[in-house]
T-cell receptor
Framework: EDQVTQSPEALRLQEGESSSLNCSYT??????LFWYRQDPGKGPEFLFT???AGEEKEKERLKATLTKKESFLHITAPKPEDSATYLC????????????????FGQGTRLTINP | DAGVIQSPRHEVTEMGQEVTLRCKPI?????LFWYRQTMMRGLELLIY????????DSGMPEDRFSAKMPNASFSTLKIQPSEPRDSAVYFC?????????????FGPGTRLLVL
């Protein structure tokens, strides 16, 4: 069964204090690993997709990396507006049944950046 | 771009009543997903459609839940009869599935409270 575990559950940082969020996964053939940001009362907002080990993607103060067993979301010099819950999800490789492939989500990391 | 549209945004109902949640996917997308989010269980996939056809409904909790997609621009999730344990935020997401990148874009959610 595909599984995603995120750590820590919650993280509180001071503005400018860099850190990393972890996403460990087990999946029967990884098709893609997705990072989303979710603000309170809103739907998840897409950030990145990673497809193969060694791949990295960046967006402003965020950088996502991928290995064969885990992904990291690095946050450099965060600001209070980076406070949100960050969700990781995996998409398994295509099966014989054509059609959309479902995502399996982790529980998320709730990040708080204090000014 | 209007994004995924969900209605209502909030619903309060009494146990035993029928609840219907509605979703309009992003124009041109051919896959639609219904998720439920709770503090205890996180984000769970209930059912997904590809080209208006249900592909996987294994996440639907029980027979009280049903979903339809009569055309490419509209889907409903119905709970009948509703129970207090159905209280959660329900998200609809859509994507373009072509065998390549399949990023899911989420709506703002419907917050359901069953008394």
């Amino acid at each position: 069964e595909d599984q995603v575990t995120q750590s820590p559950e919650a993280l509180r940082l001071q503005e400018g204090e860099s850190s990393s969020l972890n996403c460990s996964y087990t999946v029967s053939g990884l098709r893609g690993l997705f990072w989303y940001r979710q603000d309170p009362g809103k739907g998840p907002e897409f950030l990145f997709t990673l497809y193969s080990a060694g791949e990295e993607k960046e967006k402003e103060r965020l950088k996502a990396t991928l290995t064969k067993k885990e992904s990291f979301l690095h946050i450099t010099a965060p600001k209070p507006e980076d406070s949100a819950t960050y969700l990781c999800a995996v998409q398994a490789a295509l099966t014989l049944i054509q059609g959309a492939q479902k995502l399996v989500f982790g529980q998320g990391t709730r990040l708080t950046i204090n000014p | 771009d209007a994004g995924v549209i969900q209605s209502p945004r909030h619903e309060v109902t009494e146990m035993g009543q029928e609840v219907t949640l509605r979703c309009k996917p992003i124009s041109g997308h051919n896959s639609l997903f219904w998720y439920r989010q709770t503090m205890m269980r996180g984000l769970e996939l209930l059912i997904y459609f590809n080209n208006n056809v249900p592909i996987d409904d294994s996440g639907m909790p029980e027979d009280r839940f049903s979903a339809k997609m009569p055309n490419a621009s509209f889907s409903t999730l119905k709970i009948q009869p509703s129970e207090p344990r159905d209280s959660a935020v329900y998200f609809c997401a859509s994507s373009w599935s072509s065998g390549g990148e399949e990023t899911q874009y989420f709506g703002p959610g419907t917050r359901l409270l069953v008394l």
